[in-house]
């Protein structure tokens, strides 16, 4: 069975500083990943992909991710943050169908 | 483009009673899918449709969930009767198709709170 680990429920930073949101997956078979996006009171949106090919992958809003099959991870990072990536994210997993597993969201607080 | 469209945005209900729960998609996409999100949880599947018929209900409790697409766009979601443990923000997201190259855009959600 596929799931995703979110270690961090809340991560505080500075704006204009680097940050990194942990995501870390179990499943027997190859996997899909995705980061989602949910700003306060909107649906989710997603910020990038992993299907396969570059284990790096940039997304929208400077956000890019790193496939790590070895460590079963796909941190999702961004150099410098904005007050306005205050938000939830959500890492999600999925096995060569359209059904995502999500992660249970790490909430990104930007502080000015 | 428009996007996907729910309402209402907000129900409070007294347990046991209905609640109903409705989605517009994006006009042609084809995938549709209802989604709970739980406070301090990520979002679970409940339904996914494909056209107006079901792809997947595994985890809906269909002992008092119940959802609908008639014609294949606007669907419907009905809780019957409802319990504490449903609430939730209720996410509708449709595709073009149920692919993974093709992304999901995701309602506003409905914010269900049962006192």
């Known amino acids: 069975a596929q799931s995703v680990t979110q270690l961090d429920s809340q991560v505080p930073v500075f704006e204009e500083a680097p940050v990194e949101l942990r995501c870390n997956y179990s499943s027997s078979v190859s996997v899909y990943l995705f980061w989602y996006v949910q700003y306060p009171n909107q649906g989710l949106q997603l910020l990038l992909k992993?299907?396969?090919?570059?284990?790096l992958v940039k997304g929208i809003n400077g956000f890019e991710a790193e496939f790590n099959k070895s460590q079963t991870s796909f941190h999702l990072r961004k150099p410098s943050v904005h007050i306005s990536d205050t938000a939830e994210y959500f890492c999600?997993?999925?096995?060569?169908?359209?059904?995502?597993?999500f992660g249970t969201g790490t909430r990104l607080q930007v502080f000015p | 483009e428009a996007g996907v469209a729910q309402s209402p945005r907000y129900k409070i209900i007294e347990k046991r009673q209905s609640v109903a729960f409705w989605c517009n998609p994006i006009s042609g996409h084809a995938t549709l899918y209802w989604y709970q999100q739980i406070l301090g949880q990520g979002p679970k599947l409940l339904i996914q449709f494909q056209n107006n018929g079901v792809v997947d209900d595994s985890q809906l409790p269909k002992d008092r969930f119940s959802a609908e697409r008639l014609k294949g766009v606007d669907s419907t979601l009905k809780i019957q009767p409802a319990k504490l443990e449903d609430s939730a923000v209720y996410l509708c997201?449709?595709?073009?198709?149920?692919?993974?190259?093709?992304?999901?855009?995701f309602g506003n959600g409905t914010r269900l709170t049962v006192t």
């Open positions: 992993y299907l396969s090919g570059s284990t």
């Open positions: 999600a997993v999925s096995h060569n169908t359209d059904k995502l597993i």
């Open positions: 997201a449709s595709s073009l198709a149920p692919q993974l190259n093709s992304p999901l855009h």
